[in-house]
């Protein structure tokens, strides 16, 4: 399992959002650069980018940060999220170097979008889930729409997306764990991959992911843990490849 380092962009600096509110934000870099060099030198694979601005204005908006990222870090599978809403913004980013692009409010808004796009980016698109109780949030998660997380997921596996993100959006920016048998339900309900936010906080969170990962759990994103030092990234990283091993 992946240990995957957040890094949200606002204004050009890396911050970090409280349950995704734009009015509780904490500076952690000026430069999302250093920052993903911070990772990269700790041992990270995979970065998780998330362009807020972006997210809030429906198009890209710190495209020009993600690839210096990317420029940085040639051989580094980045994984982008944020005003991603159509084909252009998915060949602008696959062409700057970016593995994956994720898809979220468009995804269960538009959901004919992602197949064309699998069909035209195949291996490239990954579906974001924010849920709450079951029910799949979509709008920067102003809004709880009536859609069963599980059953968008099994819509989104037939349409070829290469990976779920589900994230509880009760607990992200919380500190206060991650909700492990949500995601396992998620991850035996689908055969493709999961990859868990939201709320993971200490150690013990990655390693009671861990202990599940092989229900489909392939990848854990924290970002305000790594950033605060509840979670040390590097011994995390460490820990999930001892299991891996087993």
Avoid at 49 to 73: C, S, T, Y
Avoid at 124 to 146: F, N, Q, T
Avoid at 199 to 207: A, E, K, L, M, V
Wanted: glycine share 10%; proline share 3%.
């Amino acid at each position: 399992m992946l240990v995957i380092p957040a890094i949200d962009i606002k204004d050009g600096k890396c911050v970090r959002l409280r349950q995704g509110r734009m009015d509780d934000v904490t500076v952690f870099a000026d430069d999302p650069v250093e920052a993903a060099a911070r990772w990269v030198e700790a041992g990270a694979r995979r970065l998780h980018l998330v362009d807020l601005d972006g997210a809030i204005a429906a198009e890209p908006v710190n495209a020009a940060v993600v690839g210096r990222i990317a420029d940085a870090f040639p051989d580094l599978d980045i994984q982008i999220g944020g005003g991603i809403r159509d084909e252009e913004a998915v060949a602008r980013y696959l062409d700057a170097g970016v593995r994956y692009v994720i898809i979220g409010t468009r995804a269960v808004n538009t959901p004919h979008f992602i197949a064309d796009l699998c069909l035209q980016f195949p291996g490239h698109v990954i579906v974001g889930l924010d849920a709450k109780e079951g029910k799949v949030a979509i709008d920067g998660w102003s809004k709880l729409s009536r859609h069963d997380v599980i059953d968008l997921a099994q819509h989104f596996e037939r349409d070829g997306v290469e990976a779920i993100i589900y994230t509880d959006i009760s607990r992200d920016g919380m500190m206060q764990g991650v909700n492990v048998e949500a995601t396992v339900k998620l991850a035996q309900a689908i055969t493709i991959p999961v990859i868990a936010s939201g709320g993971i906080t200490s150690i013990d969170d990655i390693r009671a992911l861990c202990e599940v990962a092989d229900e489909g759990i392939v990848g854990a994103i924290t970002g305000r843990a790594i950033y605060e030092g509840s979670l040390d990234f590097a011994e995390a990283q460490a820990l999930a490849d001892r299991y891996a091993q087993a």
